[in-house]
Each structure stands twice: as C-alpha cells, then as structure tokens.
C-alpha cells in the first residue's frame, strides 16, 4: 500500500532556498509518514527533505529546478503539500531577509 | 565554495568562551572587527541583526551546530568566523540540544547566490559526524586550519 508521487518544482523567491524556507519545507515534509527527497535537475544525489541541513545542500538558487519524491501512504499529499510553500515563494519576497 | 574562501583565520576561537548565545555572536563578530575584515563602527547593527534573526528562527539546525548570519547592504565580500564552544551553549538549537560549533557568517545583500554556495560550503561538512568531533578536538587555530584544509580537499570540487 505504499504510494510513490513526484513533482518537478522551481525555487521563485529572489533569495533561494536559504535558512527560512528550508526550514519551512522541513517542517511540511516532517508532518507526513512518507518519506520525501529533493533533487536538483542537473544533479545526482538527492537529499532528505526533512533534514534542513541536508536541504541546505543544495545550494538552490532562484531558478534552480528541484524534483520532489515521496514513497508512503501519504506521499500525494506531502508532494502536493511542498509544490504549495514552493509555489507561494515560502511567502517571501515582500519581507527579504 | 570552499570552506577557507570565506573563513577567516584570525577569526577562529577554538576554545570560546562564552555562555550564552549572545555572548557568542558578540565575541565572534569582535574577532571579525580585529581581524579588520568588519568596520567597529557597524559593530552594534550586526550582532543586533544576528540576533534578530536567531529570534525569528533558530538556526541551531542540530547536531550541535549553529550558523548564525546576516545579509548586509554594506558588505561586499562573504566571510565568516568559526568558534567553538567546548563546554557547549543554549542556541534554542531545533533538537534541543547544546551547541559546540558555530560558524557565524556574514553575506552581502545583493548577492544571495554566494550566501548559499557559503551555506552548502559549511553544512556539506558539518552534516557529517567526523568533521564535527576532530574539529570539537582541536585545540588551536592551526588544528582547526588543518581540518578545514582536509575538508577542502575531499570535497572533489563539488
């Protein structure tokens, strides 16, 4: 019964996937059993979407262009979940920081 | 980015001694004014930023590590300065748990690209457990350099 569900997302905030957002897409990817990675396009190894050190790695700036992976019973909803806070640029933008 | 493109030497404390985080910030920023890499005038504005964003997030990530930053109009070059704390301070680290190592780093505003490449630079190392204890072992400024140098070079330009 285990789900697998993926998603091409691009990073849209000016500042990238520093500190802040990565911490906000741990924490939306820790509120689901499912196991999710994050991959950059042009990259092998993907990293551990709840780990914000491991996110940290990536190095994402604006523009760079990350698959979502998720294997588990909720791995629709987690994929769905982090397209949402990518998306909205972590709600960025208008508080630079 | 590699780890000594943006530490600077005279602005590493292998053996800090502060008790608070605060108190860190503080004493890691002074080694950047001695080490002439930051201006004393602005001394103030940065730890009040510094601090200011560590209260809207903690960026004691775990594993007894913190990278406590700013991003500032004034500056233009990326450095940073590593101290390490023996006996470990309360960062409101995620985990919960006291922080040993901290790299504290200053980035300029209008380049939030080379903030990144500096925050993989750092956390590529630190992520793994052997970096952090040989560097909460090492006792003087070249022991640290040591380290970092290693770390550079194992990295294979990634």
Same mark, same amino acid.
């Given at each position: 019964?285990?789900?697998?569900?993926?998603?091409?997302?691009?990073?849209?905030?000016?500042?990238?996937?520093?500190?802040?957002?990565?911490?906000?897409?741990? #924490?939306?990817?820790?509120?689901? #059993?499912?196991?999710?990675?994050?991959?950059?396009?042009?990259?092998?190894?993907?990293?551990?979407?709840?780990?914000?050190?491991?996110?940290?790695?990536?190095?994402?700036?604006?523009?760079?262009?990350?698959?979502? #992976?998720?294997?588990?019973?909720?791995?629709?909803?987690?994929?769905?979940?982090?397209? #949402?806070?990518?998306?909205?640029?972590?709600?960025?933008?208008?508080?630079?920081? | 980015?590699?780890?000594?493109?943006?530490?600077?030497?005279?602005?590493?404390?292998?053996?800090?001694?502060?008790?608070?985080?605060?108190?860190? *910030?503080?004493?890691?920023?002074?080694?950047? *004014?001695?080490?002439?890499? !930051?201006?004393?005038?602005?001394?103030?504005?940065?730890?009040?930023?510094? *601090?200011?964003?560590?209260?809207?997030?903690?960026?004691?990530?775990?594993?007894?590590?913190?990278?406590?930053?700013?991003?500032?109009?004034?500056?233009?070059?990326? %450095?940073?300065?590593?101290?390490?704390?023996?006996?470990?301070?309360?960062?409101?680290? !995620?985990?919960?748990?006291?922080?040993?190592?901290?790299?504290?780093?200053?980035?300029?505003?209008?380049?939030?690209?080379?903030?990144?490449?500096?925050?993989?630079?750092?956390?590529?190392?630190?992520?793994?457990?052997?970096?952090?204890?040989?560097?909460?072992?090492?006792?003087?400024?070249?022991?640290?350099? %040591?380290?970092?140098?290693?770390?550079?070079?194992? %990295?294979?330009?990634?």
């Amino acid at each position: 019964m285990s789900n697998t569900d993926s998603a091409i997302v691009t990073i849209s905030n000016r500042l990238g996937l520093h500190a802040r957002p990565a911490m906000m897409l741990a #924490e939306a990817a820790m509120r689901y #059993e499912s196991d999710v990675t994050l991959q950059r396009l042009d990259q092998e190894k993907a990293v551990d979407a709840k780990s914000i050190m491991q996110l940290m790695m990536l190095a994402a700036v604006c523009g760079t262009e990350l698959k979502v #992976e998720a294997h588990g019973s909720d791995a629709a909803e987690s994929v769905a979940a982090i397209q #949402e806070l990518v998306k909205n640029s972590f709600n960025e933008d208008s508080l630079d920081g | 980015m590699k780890l000594l493109d943006l530490i600077v030497k005279d602005a590493i404390d292998p053996n800090l001694e502060a008790t608070t985080r605060d108190e860190a *910030i503080g004493l890691l920023i002074d080694k950047l *004014i001695d080490a002439k890499v !930051l201006d004393k005038a602005q001394r103030d504005d940065f730890i009040k930023a510094i *601090i200011k964003r560590e209260r809207r997030g903690s960026t004691g990530f775990g594993h007894g590590v913190a990278v406590p930053h700013v991003k500032h109009p004034e500056i233009e070059t990326l %450095t940073a300065a590593v101290g390490v704390c023996k006996d470990g301070i309360d960062f409101n680290a !995620l985990d919960g748990q006291p922080v040993h190592s901290i790299f504290l780093i200053i980035s300029p505003e209008q380049k939030p690209e080379e903030h990144l490449e500096a925050m993989e630079a750092v956390f590529s190392h630190l992520s793994q457990e052997t970096f952090r204890s040989f560097l909460l072992q090492a006792n003087t400024i070249e022991e640290v350099m %040591t380290l970092l140098e290693e770390a550079d070079s194992s %990295t294979l330009g990634s």
